[in-house]
T-cell receptor, first 114, second 116 residues
Framework: GENVEQHPSTLSVQEGDSAVIKCTYSDSASNYFPWYKQELGKRPQLIIDIRSNVGEKKDQRIAVTLNKTAKHFSLHITETQPEDSAVYFC?????????????FGTGTRLQVTL | KAGVTQTPRYLIKTRGQQVTLSCSPISGHRSVSWYQQTPGQGLQFLFEYFSETQRNKGNFPGRFSGRQFSNSRSEMNVSTLELGDSALYLC???????????????FGEGSRLTVL
């Protein structure tokens, strides 16, 4: 089955700096890669996703890049703010059109310090 | 519109007991997935239901089971509880129609199970 590895497990940056979280996946057939943000005590929420036919996607201060050959994808957050402090999970799935099963990484705790 | 609702939010059980958790998806969503969240393992997929049928299953023992009703509400059951079953159980709903692309999962707030 699919295996997703996520690094680093913790990340501390100063406000205004950039943060990068990296994930690798094992199943070359995976074609959907979402990122979820989970604030303390809250539910995970989708912040951005990318499909395998696209190499990069941006949404304001957040971007995701995908390298299918190397089977890795990364989340980039620029101009970090205190409200970006949370746990971030990458995930991968093989979108068959009939089933929904995400394999998540183990999470990265991002701390944005003033 | 109302989000995903999970009940109960917190519960404490003892080893050997069983537990049933409930999830009401967003109106119109027909796919319900269940995930176990623990500090060391992150979110692990349990199973997914669509139109009352289990479409996909994770690598959990048979003590973990689920079902979905005609109104898309779902329940999961854990029998013969073990200490290691202590976790946050998250339910997520999505539209999930056939031949539609995978899309956003909307998570509930979870049911926190403590096994003593």
């Amino acid at each position: 089955g699919e295996n997703v590895e996520q690094h680093p497990s913790t990340l501390s940056v100063q406000e205004g700096d950039s943060a990068v979280i990296k994930c690798t996946y094992s199943d070359s057939a995976s074609n959907y890669f979402p990122w979820y943000k989970q604030e303390l005590g809250k539910r995970p929420q989708l912040i951005i996703d990318i499909r395998s036919n696209v190499g990069e996607k941006k949404d304001q201060r957040i971007a995701v890049t995908l390298n299918k050959t190397a089977k890795h994808f990364s989340l980039h957050i620029t101009e970090t703010q205190p409200e970006d402090s949370a746990v971030y999970f990458c995930a991968a799935s093989r979108d068959t059109g009939t089933a929904s099963k995400l394999t998540f990484g183990t999470g990265t705790r991002l701390q944005v310090t003033l | 519109k109302a989000g995903v609702t999970q009940t109960p939010r917190y519960l404490i059980k003892t080893r050997g007991q069983q537990v049933t958790l409930s999830c009401s998806p967003i109106s119109g969503h027909r796919s319900v997935s269940w995930y176990q969240q623990t500090p060391g393992q992150g979110l692990q997929f349990l199973f997914e239901y669509f139109s009352e049928t289990q479409r996909n299953k994770g690598n959990f023992p048979g003590r973990f089971s689920g079902r979905q009703f005609s109104n898309s509400r779902s329940e999961m059951n854990v029998s013969t509880l073990e200490l290691g079953d202590s976790a946050l159980y998250l339910c997520a709903s999505s539209f999930g129609g056939f031949l539609t692309q995978a899309g956003e999962l909307f998570f509930g707030e979870g049911s926190r199970l403590t096994v003593l």
